[in-house]
């Protein structure tokens, strides 16, 4: 048993939480959920493998996932998502990693992406690597409230304990996903002052899909390569054409009646 926690944060995250507390089994004695409000089983599944839960209105993936560090009973934290599996040797690579006098002041670990059933090998999901496993004495979440990272002044080293990463079940919770994305994207941008021209989200898109498809060679995932190349693209659309919305909005100004148009 390392000296090590493992946090989560969670709604409605039933799909694969069992899988992924089972995954974690023998690496800890400290497991933390936060929870923002989940209806269906997750705090009874975060129950059965005795996690220490706490349920917290959501401020956003960032100040979430670092009030849920702050939770942790030891230095080190492993932060996953519900979704997120270790595979079987990532459990003795870590213990290992452990052994060693010098240790730095993060990890970054390989995630393989899963759709299908299948690892998507190629495009923007196929060389995944993410700084989960991290001293929370040395750095913090960024306050994002979306695409929240680790910052740290330490040194930060790979290890090769890698996750399984199953979010989505099928395109559908693929694109619904894409849509409260989009969502929070779009406010972030504004938040920081960003403004957006009117060619911006078809230029984004087309470079996004060029990226992924061709040049991150996308195409050899075949249909499922397609399919994440063109909601990735949509993606990238939707946040700036949504900051653009945002963006023309007047709120002082009365908005014309929907129906009506100029002929």
């Given at each position: 048993?390392?000296?090590l926690s493992v946090a989560y944060i969670t709604y409605n995250a039933a799909r694969c939480f069992a899988d992924s507390l ?242």
């Amino acid at each position: 048993m390392t000296d090590l926690s493992v946090a989560y944060i969670t709604y409605n995250a039933a799909r694969c939480f069992a899988d992924s507390l089972a995954s974690i089994a023998g690496l800890t004695d400290d497991i933390v959920v936060v929870d923002s409000g989940s209806t269906d089983d997750t705090l009874a599944i975060a129950a059965q493998y005795s996690a220490r839960t706490q349920v917290r209105e959501w401020p956003g993936f960032g100040p979430q996932k670092q009030f849920a560090a702050e939770q942790a009973r030891h230095g080190w934290v492993l932060v996953l998502d519900a979704d997120e599996i270790l595979l079987p040797q990532a459990v003795t690579a870590i213990k290992q990693a452990f052994l060693a006098d010098d240790l730095p002041a993060g990890f970054l670990l390989p995630r393989y992406n899963f759709f299908h059933g299948k690892r998507i090998r190629f495009g923007d999901w196929g060389k995944d690597r993410v700084l989960r496993l991290v001293d929370q004495r040395r750095g913090r979440f960024s306050d994002d409230a979306v695409h929240e990272h680790w910052i740290t002044d330490g040194p930060v080293r790979r290890l090769n304990a890698p996750i399984g990463h199953y979010s989505f079940e099928n395109y559908q919770s693929m694109l619904a996903k894409l849509d409260r994305y989009s969502d929070l994207n779009a406010r972030s941008l504004l938040a920081r002052g960003r403004t957006v021209g009117r060619h911006e989200p078809i230029l984004h898109a087309f470079a996004a899909f060029l990226k992924g498809y061709v040049l991150r060679l996308g195409f050899l995932d075949g249909n499922d390569g397609a399919g994440i190349a063109l909601t990735t693209a949509l993606g990238s659309f939707m946040k700036y054409a949504k900051t653009l919305e945002l963006q023309q909005a007047s709120p002082s100004k009365t908005p014309a009646a929907p129906c009506k148009h100029k002929p």
